[in-house]
């Protein structure tokens, strides 16, 4: 079967879905390009209030094609570069789309796949999930912001032990430590996420994105610096209409219709 992304909506939600299922949906710079398009074209939509990623037949993203590298070691280091840089590119868009996006991971979540699964704002994850930063047992290290990722969230010394003995992580560990959000049944990832993009769809857009992008910059910015942001953000949320609505709606004890 021939590596594709497919989208659907569920309501307000865009459910992108990684689908090779002969190779666990594993990464190729085909699936990256596809989907930075469907990553776009949700950006694009005033109807998307968030956006699902998950994986095709139990399984989320075995990370890169094995094959594919094996081919990539014969040719030119440049060509290999760019298409690291295409997954980043992929990471960047993630990261700074305008909406929320979840992570419905069931089965395995390895390598590139994982740390696609980190970068996204949500994970929703089945408690039999596969989690592993796979690239030691091949003699790799971590792409796809996995290192930057971890490193801002877990003790350097796991970190360390993931990354080098390349073992799975228990599901229930990575929620204990604040890295999944909901753990839930095996087979009910994507239902559990979905009905998180259902509450996110009730909140105000305009505010949510703003929440993001200073969430973003957060770690990277002194406190002043952070603070003035925040004084910013506020302003510009406190002169939208959907300010309006949220303020009226608690004042008169009837749930808000945010636009």
Same mark, same amino acid.
């Given at each position: 079967?021939?590596a594709?992304? +497919?989208?659907?909506r569920?309501?307000?939600?865009?459910v992108?879905?990684?689908?090779?299922? !002969?190779?666990r949906?594993a990464?190729?710079?085909? =699936?990256?390009?596809?989907?930075?398009?469907?990553?776009?074209?949700?950006?694009?939509?005033?109807?998307?209030?968030?956006?699902?990623?998950?994986?095709a037949?139990?399984?989320?993203?075995a990370g !890169?094609?094995?094959? %594919?590298l094996?081919?990539?070691?014969?040719?030119s280091?440049?060509?290999?570069? *760019?298409?690291?840089?295409?997954?980043?590119?992929?990471?960047?868009?993630?990261?700074?789309? $305008?909406?929320?996006?979840i992570?419905?991971?069931? !089965?395995?979540?390895?390598?590139?796949?994982l740390?696609?699964?980190l970068?996204?704002? =949500? =994970?929703?994850?089945?408690?039999?999930?596969?989690?592993?930063?796979?690239y030691?047992r091949v003699? +790799?290290?971590?792409?796809?912001?996995a290192?930057?990722?971890?490193? %801002?969230?877990?003790?350097?010394? =796991?970190?360390?032990?993931?990354v080098?003995?390349?073992?799975?992580?228990?599901?229930?560990s990575?929620?204990?430590?604040?890295?999944?959000? %909901?753990l839930?049944? $095996?087979?009910?990832?994507?239902?559990?996420?979905?009905?998180?993009?259902? *509450?996110?769809? !009730?909140?105000?857009?305009?505010?949510?994105?703003?929440?993001?992008?200073l969430?973003?910059?957060?770690?990277?910015?002194?406190?002043?610096?952070?603070?003035?942001?925040?004084?910013?953000?506020?302003?510009?949320q406190?002169?939208?209409?959907?300010?309006?609505e949220?303020i009226?709606?608690?004042?008169?004890?009837?749930?808000?219709?945010?636009?």
């Amino acid at each position: 079967m021939t590596a594709s992304v +497919l989208t659907h909506r569920v309501e307000q939600c865009t459910v992108i879905t990684l689908s090779d299922p !002969g190779s666990r949906n594993a990464l190729s710079p085909a =699936l990256y390009a596809a989907l930075v398009e469907a990553l776009d074209t949700a950006a694009d939509d005033a109807e998307v209030r968030s956006v699902v990623i998950t994986g095709a037949s139990g399984h989320f993203c075995a990370g !890169g094609h094995l094959q %594919r590298l094996d081919r990539a070691r014969h040719g030119s280091r440049e060509q290999q570069a *760019q298409a690291i840089d295409a997954l980043h590119g992929l990471i960047d868009t993630l990261r700074a789309l $305008p909406k929320p996006v979840i992570a419905a991971v069931e !089965g395995a979540a390895a390598g590139a796949g994982l740390s696609l699964a980190l970068a996204c704002d =949500l =994970l929703v994850v089945s408690r039999d999930a596969r989690l592993v930063l796979s690239y030691g047992r091949v003699g +790799l290290t971590p792409d796809g912001g996995a290192t930057w990722l971890l490193s %801002r969230s877990v003790p350097a010394q =796991l970190v360390r032990e993931w990354v080098w003995l390349a073992q799975p992580i228990p599901a229930q560990s990575m929620h204990q430590l604040g890295l999944v959000n %909901r753990l839930c049944e $095996p087979g009910e990832a994507i239902r559990e996420a979905t009905a998180l993009a259902a *509450q996110l769809a !009730g909140m105000a857009p305009n505010a949510v994105a703003a929440a993001k992008a200073l969430l973003g910059s957060a770690g990277d910015r002194p406190l002043r610096a952070q603070m003035d942001a925040e004084r910013e953000s506020f302003l510009d949320q406190l002169f939208h209409d959907n300010a309006g609505e949220g303020i009226a709606a608690f004042l008169q004890r009837r749930p808000p219709a945010f636009r």
